[in-house]
């Protein structure tokens, strides 16, 4: 089973509706990580959070919010969604106490109509 | 600013030829350092990583890296690439208390037979 997992892989939805990614993991890491990927522009930051209680405002938040309901779960949503966030989102995973190598999830393919 | 650089969008070789993919960053001290691979349709695999100590690291796949601190840069290498190295390859940088990555807007690779 994979250590990091995303539901759900394909997304397609429509202009002003709101979404739900999940990102689970079993690695027993406190610190989980949102990016979204654009053609040419590699991955960049949306949110991340270091515990349950700690949530920041990456590069890109605007348009998003995240929830961290447990250690091992971190939820990203798309409060209306909007064409422009068609993308690739990946979910990541730390520790600090094993470096700071993150360790991604398969990611999940948005598509906004 | 601070800024992660791949200056090479695209590279295409031949299977068995030597690769080098390159990685210039900008920070003030030396960030942690990272190699990520994506095959198509696929998540990020770690590659290989440098924290501190030798300059050349050895990673996954045939690859290695090294750190030239003169140069700001974290090149990728493998002296024979093979037909399933095919994939976008990406540099990540991790400053120095940030716990957060920097990605760069990755390599493209493309391998003749």
């Known amino acids: 089973d994979a250590d990091v997992t995303q539901t759900p892989r394909n997304r397609i939805t429509k202009t002003g509706k709101r979404i739900m990614l999940e990102c689970s993991q079993t690695?027993?890491?406190?610190?989980m990580y949102w990016y979204r990927q654009d053609p040419g522009l590699g991955l960049r930051l949306i949110y991340y959070?270091?515990?349950?209680?700690?949530?920041n405002k990456g590069e890109i938040s605007d348009g998003y919010s995240v929830s961290r309901q447990a250690q091992a779960k971190f939820s990203l949503s798309l409060e209306s969604a909007i064409p422009n966030q068609t993308a690739l989102y990946f979910c990541?995973?730390?520790?600090?106490?094993?470096?700071?190598?993150?360790?991604f999830g398969p990611g999940t393919r948005l598509l906004v109509l | 600013a601070q800024s992660v650089t791949q200056p090479d969008i695209h590279i295409t070789v031949s299977e068995g030829a030597s690769l080098e993919l390159r990685c210039n960053y900008s920070?003030?001290?030396?960030?942690?350092l990272f190699w990520y691979v994506q095959s198509p349709g696929q998540g990020l695999q770690l590659l290989l990583k440098?924290?501190?100590?030798?300059?050349l690291v050895q990673g996954i796949k045939g690859f290695e890296a090294e750190f030239k601190r003169s140069q700001s840069s974290f090149n990728l290498r493998k002296p024979s690439v093979h037909w399933s190295d095919a994939a976008e390859y990406f540099c990540?940088?991790?400053?120095?208390?940030?716990?957060?990555?920097?990605f760069g807007t990755g390599t493209r690779l493309k391998v003749l037979a």
């Open positions: 990540a940088v991790d400053p120095p208390g940030t716990y957060k990555y920097i």
């Open positions: 990541a995973t730390s520790d600090l106490r094993q470096g700071e190598t993150q360790y």
């Open positions: 959070s270091f515990d349950v209680k700690d949530i």
């Open positions: 440098y924290f501190s100590g030798d300059t």
């Open positions: 920070y003030g001290a030396t960030p942690y």
């Open positions: 690695k027993g890491h406190d610190r």
